[in-house]
Structure formats: C-alpha cells, structure tokens
C-alpha cells in the first residue's frame, strides 16, 4: 500500500521527532490530556459516522437512491491515524472498528515499538501496518491513486504540522468515496492561565503557535470540503505550574516548534524567568491546584 517516491517537502523538525522518541516511555503516564482528547475523539468519530450511516440508510429508503449510492455508506474497511504515537487513540478504533485494516504513521520507531508491544497483549491480534514517517512528508509516502482510506484520523498531532492547510488537503485526496476526515488539535486559545500569568509577570508566551478556530473554518471553506467544526476547553489540575511544564516536557510535547528557518530563534525564559513564571502562576490559585486549559478543536471532513 505504501512506496516512497522523491519530492522536496518540509520536514518536521528533527529535535521535535527526536524529544518524542526519548519520552516513549513515560508518556502514556504524563499524557492526560491526550488520552482523554484520544477518547473524547473516539467519540465523535462514533457519533460522526452513526450519523452518517443513519442519514444515508434514511436517503435511500425515503428517495430510493441506487444501490451505488448505497454502497457509498460509511463502511471504514481501512484507516488511516496520522501521528499515532504509543497507541492512545489506536487501540479506542480497534475497539470501534475490530475488522478494520489500520495503517499507523508516526515520526518517532520509539513510540512505534511501545504501540506494538502494546497491541501484542490484546487478547484478539488486530491487522495493523505501522510505518515510520515524517507526517509532514505524506506525500512522498502515499500516492492517492494508488492508496485510499475509508477514514483518515488523527488526535493531537496535526498542529505540529508546518503547512495545515496543505496537510488538510492532502489527507482529504487520500480519502476513498464517502470517506471522513475526522481529528483533533489543541487551538491557540488553550493556556489562558498560562498566558496571564506571562502577562503578570511581564514574560513573553513562549508556546508554540496553535491553530486558530476561524483559520481551520477558512481553510475547509476554500478546499470546499464538508463537515463539522467544533471546539470546546478540556481542563488538567496540576500541584502546581512546575508540574505542568514537568509533564509537558515528559511527554515530549515541550520542543519548540520552529517553522521558519530563516527567522531567529524562538525566545525561551532564562531559569530566573522561569521561576518567575511559575511563582506568579501558582500565586494565581492561591494555593488551589494550578489549572491549564486547553481549547480543543475537533474536525469531521469529507470532500
């Protein structure tokens, strides 16, 4: 199903894949966020396509659609997760979608090999192919002539992607007839607690850049692509802001995200700041756990 084939794409920086790899390990215990932005995904992906199913079996038992139209239902033989990583979302769509073909791309062999160790320890041996690719480089991989997918998913991964709208449509040309494009990212209203605590301590953010909710809605409108956008805030206690930049960084999810190699370097807090930072964000709940939120932007696309 997949060849490479040469062509000159970004690529995801080297040091972001490499922070991921060495935090393999540890990441299934400090991912929290993520485990529940994979589950909360695993439902909408059920309530996307019970949806459908149900809209298409109620078109051609009211209109009398031909049984091509019919067999366009949603029928998710194969799938395809962009940046699977140790497995949080893979092993929620082999419980949705136990006789489904699941094709795995993730950036780092590391989270790969703990995605199947994991998945060796299922009672039932589910048909997964896992490749390790730069997920910025897809299209060097997967030719849509010659691979398509029922339904193309991805959780907390794509915002790590140099050119969104780019991957967007490249995803939606791999999807097969009546496919879905359906995933999740954290946009870049998520850490307001974070960010006032910066602008307290007059501190520069130094977060990556998210995307922005009314850019995805944009981006879908000029593809002219079908669907649903949604977002709602998802929030993680903490004991304190020390421990929220601890997770962060053992997860891996802490590696700036340096877009233009042109421009300098992104700005970064010296240890003072840092702890300046910290002491104003704990001030902030006054003894409370410290809160961070995050916006969570959730997609379900087809063409």
Known sequence: ???????????????IIS??????????????????????????IAEELETAQHTSAMMFKQFCLTPEAEAQQINC?????????????????????????????????????KLKRKLQQRPK???????????????EFLLPEEASFDLIVSSFTLQWMRDLPLTIRSLTNLLAPGGRLIFSVPGQASFREWKEACRIAE???TGNALPEFSDLQECCQQLKLQGTIKEHDLTQQFDSARQFFQTLKQTGASERLYLDTNAPEPTTLSARQM????????????????????QVISACLSK
Request: hydrophobic share 40%; proline share 3%; with cysteine.
């Open 19 to 44: 922070q991921f790899s060495q935090h393999a390990e540890s990441y299934d215990k400090n991912a929290l966020v993520q485990r529940l932005a994979a589950q909360m995904l695993a439902l909408f």
């Open 275 to 294: 702890r300046m930072l910290i002491k104003t964000w704990d001030s902030l709940f006054k003894g409370r756990p410290v809160e961070a939120t995050y």
């Open 77 to 113: 033989r194969t799938i395809l997760e962009i940046g699977s990583g140790t497995g949080l979302l893979t092993e929620l769509l082999l419980d949705l979608f136990p006789e489904s073909l699941i094709v795995c791309i993730d950036g780092s062999k590391e989270m790969l090999s």
């Open 203 to 205: 501190l520069p953010f």
């Open 1 to 15: 199903m997949i060849r490479r084939r040469t062509r000159n794409q970004p690529t995801m920086n080297s040091k």
């Open 125 to 139: 041996q589910a048909e997964i192919e896992a490749y390790i690719l730069d997920c910025n480089r897809l299209s």
